[in-house]
């Protein structure tokens, strides 16, 4: 059936969420802070009205702006000393020779997406570079490059892209207001990844603030350090302000579709089905695949619903054929596709297909809800009395609580070397998984019963997806596969258990890097990436 109106496109597409994060301990007063800034900015005056402070009126506001997950919006989250929102470079230098000379931790915000709160939460005195202000974005539609400084959003990327091109775009996450600086730093997929990549694998430069305060490009920043920040994650090497990216071509017709089976219609034999040909498709074709329950009945019967959700490279005619002869079991028929053009086909993934354009300039977000989700990889089908075991599960959770989405690799994402950037999850996958438990009703009371939920959840499938690792993706950051210490150091042994399912062998040489650029470890958080020395 065609789905003019997908309504849970946009919460879905936002919970494709990421980070930006950072150290620290013990200030003499709030003044020395401040007047510390002002020394090392380039606009001393400036600087004053770009600091709130919990006695500020607006703190809270711009705190609390940002936060996507409801979870950590209560009052005894864990708040910043200060909030600093740079308008410059020069900022963002003050903020971290500042903090260091104070014993602040520092946290980095681009998009407030980090699944866990770790790019504005800490536990020891902290402060939050809240990166919003610096957002510019410069396309250069003949080079087919852009420069976008990392509190840009991916939204407002596709927009400036659009702007000069309709022939352009760019593979970034389907959710507009997820900002760039920490989506590019994991990795960072859409709709493109089986035809382009991740967003990191198309990052050509980039400028960086380092511990020392010092602003490097990618010929002073060296190509190890170069490489770990496309897909080490936020919050390990210094603070990234500006991207360079590779644009991609698209063609001037897409076309999508949005069908919905129920267990009724076959839905499990079609999920075990997909599972065996979306990596396999041509690289034009996305079909990726959310399942969730819901009640069927007046008497609350519950069923599943697969939902193939998908974005095609040219026209319908084209379409078409591809799924008669590569996925026929899906039925799909000329009235459940509708043709667009690829910046029209960012608005449907995100759920605003009766939006104009200028909505993804709008960088507050009415998906905010509270959620606990994970991340697996799949390597092998999952076969249908596994799935049967995921849909009795699915149906002790409340209705539309438990949703997974499943992103079809293959193509593009098959070519690239594990080791080309941090990001390892390539040749050998079929899909991505994720997990999510999203609620409104109930609130923090509920929190522990859904979470344990999608913990026990979790364990069972264990089973049915990679092993040795249990490979996990940073972007969707989960605290349960392991954490750093919050105070004192963290060994490389501990490290590894976490860092080994995000990176794999590539965790090794993302602490030689940090060991190089970062000794002191100054810019660390729950996840991050540790020194050798500690």
């Given at each position: 059936m065609k789905m003019a109106n997908f309504t849970l496109h946009h919460l879905l597409a936002c919970l494709l969420l990421f980070v930006v994060p950072l150290l620290a301990f013990d200030i003499s007063t709030p003044d020395n802070f401040l007047q510390c800034l002002s020394l090392h900015s380039e606009n001393a005056t400036a600087i004053s009205k770009l600091v709130y402070t919990p006695i500020n009126s607006s703190y809270s506001s711009v705190l609390d702006i940002t936060i996507q997950n409801?979870?950590?919006?209560?009052?005894?989250?864990?708040?910043?000393?200060?909030?600093?929102?740079?308008?410059?470079?020069?900022?963002?230098?003050a903020a971290i020779i500042c903090s260091r000379r104070y014993g602040l931790q520092m946290r980095t915000r681009s998009g407030g997406h980090d699944y866990e709160g770790l790019s504005y939460m800490s536990e020891v005195p902290f402060v939050i570079v809240d990166m919003a202000n610096l957002r510019s974005i410069s396309v250069d539609a003949e080079d087919k490059?852009?420069?976008?400084?990392?509190?840009?959003?991916?939204?407002?990327?596709?927009?400036?892209?659009a702007e000069k091109s309709k022939t352009l775009g760019f593979p970034a996450g389907l959710c507009p207001t997820v900002g760039v600086g920490g989506h590019f730093s994991g990795g960072g997929y859409g709709t493109l990844l089986r035809k382009y990549g991740l967003a990191a694998d198309n990052v050509i430069d980039a400028q960086l603030v380092d511990a020392q305060g010092r602003l490097l490009d990618r010929e002073s920043m060296g190509e190890d350090l170069f490489w770990a920040?496309?897909?080490?994650?936020?919050?390990?090497?210094?603070?990234?302000?500006?991207?360079?990216?590779?644009?991609?071509?698209?063609?001037?017709?897409?076309?999508?579709?949005?069908?919905?089976?129920?267990?009724?219609?076959?839905?499990?034999?079609?999920?075990?089905?997909?599972?065996?040909?979306?990596?396999?498709?041509?690289?034009?074709?996305?079909?990726?695949?959310?399942?969730?329950?819901?009640?069927?009945?007046?008497?609350?019967?519950?069923?599943?619903?697969?939902?193939?959700?998908?974005?095609?490279?040219?026209?319908?005619?084209?379409?078409?054929?591809?799924?008669?002869?590569?996925?026929?079991?899906?039925?799909?028929?000329?009235?459940?596709?509708?043709?667009?053009?690829?910046?029209?086909?960012?608005?449907?993934?995100?759920?605003?297909?009766?939006?104009?354009?200028?909505?993804?300039?709008?960088?507050?977000?009415?998906?905010?809800t509270f959620f606990k989700n994970k991340s697996d990889y799949v390597k092998?089908?999952?076969?249908?009395?596994?799935?049967?075991?995921?849909?009795?599960?699915?149906?002790?959770?409340?209705?539309?609580?438990?949703?997974?989405?499943?992103?079809?690799?293959?193509?593009?994402?098959?070519?690239?070397?594990?080791?080309?950037?941090?990001?390892?999850?390539?040749?050998?996958?079929?899909?991505?998984?994720?997990?999510?438990?999203?609620?409104?009703?109930?609130?923090?009371?509920?929190?522990p019963k859904h979470v344990s939920w999608i913990r026990s959840f979790y364990s069972y499938m264990a089973r049915y997806v990679s092993k040795s690792p249990r490979e996990a993706y940073i972007n969707y950051r989960d605290l349960d596969i392991g954490m750093n210490n919050v105070k004192g150091d963290t060994s490389y042994k501990q490290a590894s258990v976490w860092g080994k399912k995000y990176f794999k062998n590539n965790f090794d040489r993302l602490v030689r890097v940090k060991t190089a650029v970062d000794p002191g470890n100054f810019f660390r958080h729950e996840q991050s990436i540790p020194p050798f020395s500690s």
């Open positions: 409801l979870r950590f919006l209560t009052p005894s989250a864990p708040k910043p000393l200060f909030i600093v929102t740079p308008l410059n470079v020069s900022h963002v230098q490059t852009a420069w976008v400084q990392s509190g840009a959003t991916v939204g407002e990327l596709y927009y400036r892209i920040i496309r897909g080490g994650g936020g919050g390990s090497f210094g603070v990234v302000v500006s991207w360079k990216v590779k644009l991609v071509p698209v063609p001037s017709t897409v076309t999508v579709f949005t069908v919905l089976r129920t267990l009724e219609q076959n839905a499990t034999k079609l999920v075990h089905q997909w599972q065996l040909v979306a990596n396999k498709l041509p690289d034009d074709l996305f079909i990726r695949l959310i399942l969730q329950s819901y009640d069927s009945g007046p008497n609350g019967t519950r069923t599943m619903q697969a939902i193939f959700n998908t974005l095609y490279l040219g026209g319908v005619d084209s379409l078409l054929e591809v799924t008669r002869s590569s996925f026929p079991e899906l039925n799909i028929t000329r009235q459940d596709c509708t043709e667009m053009s690829w910046i029209e086909s960012v608005l449907y993934f995100a759920g605003f297909q009766e939006e104009p354009l200028e909505v993804l300039l709008n960088r507050s977000s009415n998906t905010k092998e089908p999952i076969p249908e009395s596994g799935l049967e075991g995921m849909w009795e599960r699915f149906f002790e959770e409340d209705q539309g609580v438990p949703i997974m989405i499943w992103n079809p690799y293959g193509g593009k994402m098959a070519e690239i070397s594990e080791s080309a950037i941090p990001f390892p999850h390539r040749a050998g996958v079929l899909y991505k998984i994720q997990h999510i438990t999203a609620w409104n009703t109930g609130g923090n009371e509920v929190a």
